[in-house]
Structure formats: C-alpha cells, structure tokens
C-alpha cells in the first residue's frame, strides 16, 4: 500500500506538473537553447509542485497518534494545536524538524517561537521558516521572470522573508498591547473574585472564562499547566513572561510576596490595578502628545521609496544608470544605511517611555 500511494503521488505531482508546464511549452514553442524556455520551464515545475502541496495541506489526513494524544491532554484543560499543516505530510515535516535544528543552533529557536505564541499563530518554529523560505522563493521566482532579473529576484525574495518578520512581530504587539490594557481589569476580577470567597486558583478560572481575549487564552493556559502539576505563581509567571508584561511580573511579584509573609491580596491587587490604570492613561497622554513627530518620522522614512517608485513608474529611463551601473547601485546601498540610521534616531526621538 506504501508503494502504490508513493507512485500515485508521484504520478499527481506528474500530472500536475504537466497540466500547468503545457500551455506554456505550447507558446514558447520548447527550444531548448533559449533561457526564456528554460525559465518556463522551471516557472511551471515550481507552479505544480505549488499546486501539489496545496492539495496535500487542505485534504492530507493528520496522523492518528498526534489526534489521540491531543484528545487525551484536551482532558486537563485548553490544549493549544501547534501541529500545524506540516505535520500531515512527511517530507515537509522533516524539512520543518532540520529548520528547528538549524533555528536552536543559530540561537534564534526561541525567538521565533515566542513572537509565534504571542501573535497566536498555529505554527511551529520550523513550519514557519519553511513557509516563509518557500513564499520568497516562489514570489522572488515570479518577479525574476517577469523583469528577467536575477538581481530584482533575490531583492524580492529578500523583501517577502523581511514583511512576514515584521508582520508576525506586528501582530504579536498588538496581542502584547491588548494583554497590557486588558490587565487593571484582570487584576480587578481577580480581587473582586478573592473577595467573595474565591481560592486564588479559583479566580484564576474565572479571568480564563470571563476575561476577553487574548487574557482568557493566556489564563486558560496557565490553568492548564496548573492541572498538569505547575504552581500558580509560576503558571502566572509564564504568562508574564509569554507576553513580555512587566506590570504583570510585577503582579505576580506581589502574589509571592503575600503567600510568603500573608496580608490582604485582594487590597494589594486592587492598588496595583489602579496604579496600572494610571500609567496607561498617561502613556495615552504622551502617545496624544508625540502624534506629530511620529507622523512627521513616517513621512520622512517612507517619503525616499515613495519619489524612487514615481520616478521608475513616471520616467525610467532616467532612474535606469541608478539600477544597472556599480556606482548606482552603490549609491542605493549607502543610502539605506543612511535611511535606516535616520528612522531610528527619529524613533529615539518620538518615542518616550514611562
């Protein structure tokens, strides 16, 4: 059965391969001696293979001890699915397990892994250095083709790997963000919970099961961790740590310090909410009151790229010596150095901590 689902494989990714190589032999005429033809050509096995996987990760089958070992530790609270769709097919998850080794060797496992949690994303650290490799690759091997640049096709490749980076730490800040504001409210809760006669482990459920997200889906992980032998204090602990809160460690500083020499935690609690409260409201003044140097450093930052795509769309020719010539090329890298230095001096500027 393995050999015969081997060889129906094979033939689809064929078939496919095929399919999509036809149209484009049958314009191009096949000669093998022109370079278009051989771009084709790879354009079009690129495509199929693009097309098998597709059909693999939306109708592939997960592997039935992964399900039931899931199924079973769903029993001790909200198991979180970070199988991803690599994991149905074993070439790419392979592929996946080699990116984690190189990832831990290069000391950036960690990294990713946490910017992945933080944006909730359902992906392991190698599932997403393998799609993120394998989207530059194909986009910067369909900009290659169509300028017939090699060099336009790495810069391309280059830009897709930079934008999925800066998306994922964009969406994993704004979960950090809705975490901090949602936190005067969380320790509220927990303290109007310890006051009705709740354990602190019982208020803890409560914030999982009342609190919007993304603090229900943190707590409801902290809870469980707590059912699978982990204190409270250092569930909660993970969860600062998760999120990055320093107003949450320091939260789960004062729970220690409590357990340890007693008091009233629901009063402590309370008072480091409204200290919370505070400080947001003024990062909010601050933020109102630095709103016109962030917009003027945006302008300043984008307006570069902005007249450089005007003038190649508008007149190219003139641009043209600036992208095809050693000293133009030359003088685009220092002036993105450049550029770089100034958006972040402008950053130190706008930007004010408290």
Do not use: C, H
Not at 175 to 192: D, G, H, M, S, V
């Amino acid at each position: 059965m393995r050999i015969l689902g081997r060889t129906m494989t094979v033939a689809v990714v064929a078939a496919l391969t095929m399919a999509v190589a036809a149209p484009a032999f049958a314009q191009t005429g096949v000669r093998t001696g022109d370079p278009k033809t051989w771009l084709v050509i790879v354009g079009a096995i690129a495509a199929g293979l693009a097309a098998f996987l597709l059909i693999i990760i939306l109708f592939g089958r997960a592997p039935g001890r992964e399900a039931a070992l899931r199924g079973r530790l769903a029993t001790y609270g909200q198991s979180v699915d970070r199988s991803g769709f690599f994991g149905r097919f074993r070439v790419l998850r392979r592929a996946a397990s080699t990116a984690e080794g190189v990832a831990r060797e290069r000391g950036v496992f960690q990294i990713i892994e946490t910017a992945l949690e933080q944006a909730n994303l359902p992906l392991r650290p190698g599932e997403a250095i393998i799609g993120g490799i394998g989207l530059a690759f194909i986009f910067g091997l369909v900009v290659g083709a169509l300028l017939q640049s090699l060099l336009f096709g790495i810069v391309a490749a280059v830009v897709v790997l930079v934008l999925a980076a800066m998306t994922i730490n964009m969406v994993a800040a704004r979960e950090r963000k809705r975490f901090e504001a949602q936190l005067p409210a969380t320790l509220n809760l927990i303290a109007t919970s310890l006051r009705a006669g709740y354990s602190l482990l019982q208020a803890v459920e409560a914030v999982g099961a009342e609190a919007p997200e993304p603090t229900s889906r943190e707590f409801g992980r902290a809870i469980s961790e707590i059912r699978l032998g982990k204190s409270v204090s250092d569930a909660l602990g993970d969860v600062a740590q998760r999120m990055e809160s320093q107003d949450f460690e320091w939260a789960v500083l004062a729970i220690n310090i409590q357990r340890e020499v007693g008091g009233n935690l629901a009063e402590v609690l309370q008072t480091t909410a409204e200290t919370m409260l505070q400080r947001n409201r003024l990062r909010r003044e601050m933020k109102a009151l630095t709103a016109e140097g962030r917009v003027s450093a945006f302008v300043l930052g984008a307006l570069p790229f902005f007249l450089f795509a005007v003038i190649f769309i508008v007149n190219p020719t003139y641009i043209k010596p600036l992208i095809s010539t050693t000293p133009g090329l030359a003088a685009i890298g220092a002036a993105l150095v450049m550029i770089m230095i100034g958006i972040m001096w402008l950053q130190k500027i706008v930007n004010v901590e408290i």
